[in-house]
């Protein structure tokens, strides 16, 4: 019998707590129904990286968009149309929109990351990220990435964003040359060395590669793209045993196109 009791007297104070919770939140909620949007917060990811998206674009994309924040109950608040106005931007990556009870609304953006700048011969500019992604060039913003010119045709539309592998496949094509400088501006932006030696991509009429290095005055043939990390790793290796030795300044011409070899010419004296 006392058991009984017991385990009656527990059901009734669970009972009680679980009411007794049910009310709280409901108060807390009415509550902040009423807590007015007073402040917001900004989180731009590897800001430091990449400098495409800065935190006072943010409320101008939010104003261009017609969607108030500012002394607006934050219960009124559409956070996924303020997400989706962020996603329509090509530069940005991922988007994260919410508000807390003390007014606050919170954003948290991540950037794309470009890996080349490519400026085709129909006089189309635009980076491709280091995921295959399209993104046109906004006045003021720059990223410190390659650039790749000379003589490559740009299949997009003007304005085109969007993922350059989404567009063959929908295309049934496909352009060998953009996906190859892809792999190879992908490969270059993986590491710290190679980030801080290639400038520039030119490719000729013959669909050869040529590259300008940001140190020295020379300029390095590479052949086709076919099997260019074994290329860059004998310049790696003439960069590191053979330039200290005679000089950055030495050669006009460093030809990766030889095979085992590595041909350099002397610049003229």
């Not at 953006?109 to 992604?133: H, L, W």
């Not at 953009?178 to 792999?183: A, G, M, S, V």
Request: charged share 20%; proline share 3%.
């Amino acid at each position: 019998m006392r058991s009984i009791i017991n385990i009656s007297l527990i059901l009734v104070l669970l009972a009680a707590v679980t009411v007794g919770l049910v009310m709280t939140m409901l108060y807390a909620r009415g509550q902040a129904e009423k807590v007015l949007c007073t402040n917001i917060r900004v989180v731009i990811a590897d800001s430091s990286l990449n400098r495409f998206v800065h935190k006072e674009d943010i409320p101008a994309i939010f104003r261009r968009s017609g969607l108030s924040y500012f002394g607006k109950k934050v219960s009124e608040i559409s956070t996924m149309e303020m997400e989706n106005a962020l996603m329509k931007r090509s530069l940005i990556k991922s988007a994260e929109v919410y508000t807390t009870a003390d007014g606050t609304l919170h954003v948290s953006v991540r950037q794309r990351k470009p890996i080349v700048r490519v400026y085709a011969q129909n006089g189309q500019s635009f980076y491709i990220d280091d995921e295959g992604f399209i993104i046109q060039p906004y006045s003021g913003y720059t990223s410190s990435v390659p650039i790749a010119s000379g003589h490559i045709a740009s299949p997009f539309g003007s304005g085109f964003t969007g993922s350059m592998f989404a567009f063959f496949e929908e295309k049934k094509k496909s352009d060998t040359l953009l996906c190859q400088l892809y792999n190879f501006a992908r490969y270059i932006s993986e590491s710290a060395f190679w980030q801080a030696q290639v400038e520039q991509i030119y490719l000729t009429p013959q669909g050869r590669v040529e590259l300008v290095p940001r140190v020295g005055a020379h300029l390095i043939r590479m052949g086709t793209f076919e099997r260019f990390e074994y290329k860059l790793h004998k310049l790696e290796v003439m960069y590191e045993k053979g330039m200290p030795v005679n000089g950055w300044n030495t050669y006009e011409l460093i030809d990766l196109s030889f095979g085992k070899q590595v041909v350099c010419r002397r610049k003229k004296t």
